[in-house]
């Protein structure tokens, strides 16, 4: 199964995340910002990331995904965001996105 960073801020959005993921046998870590994001996932190499776009710390998740991707060239990320924009998409599209996903 793959390792999966999931990089959230809303506590209880993480969570299910993670309980969602675990469930099916993926080794999951999860970061509450951006910062610890990098951090982790550093060490942690996963395979993918799932990152929340407006984190409430000075990182935001494409920044993560590009700081990531500079040392796991391999890193498939997954974008989530409440805010979704044309601008946005098309700026998670430059970066090599696999999906993106708004929340409710």
């Known amino acids: 199964m793959a390792k999966i960073l999931i990089v ?10 993670e309980l969602g993921l675990s469930t099916l046998g993926h080794e999951i870590r999860c970061a509450s910002s951006g ?3 990098v951090d982790v996932g550093a060490r942690f190499c996963p395979d993918l990331l799932v ?8 990182i935001h998740g494409l920044r993560v ?7 796991l060239t ?3 990320a997954i974008l989530i965001t409440g805010f979704a924009s044309a601008e ?3 700026n998670a ?12």
């Open 88 to 90: 946005l998409r098309e």
């Open 8 to 17: 959230e801020d809303e506590e209880g959005f993480r969570r299910q995340l």
């Open 65 to 71: 995904i590009q700081v990531l991707r500079s040392i």
């Open 51 to 58: 990152t929340d776009w407006m984190l409430k710390d000075d």
């Open 74 to 76: 391999h890193l498939k």
């Open 35 to 37: 910062r610890e994001g």
């Open 93 to 104: 599209d430059s970066h090599g996105i696999v999906a993106f996903i708004e929340k409710p």
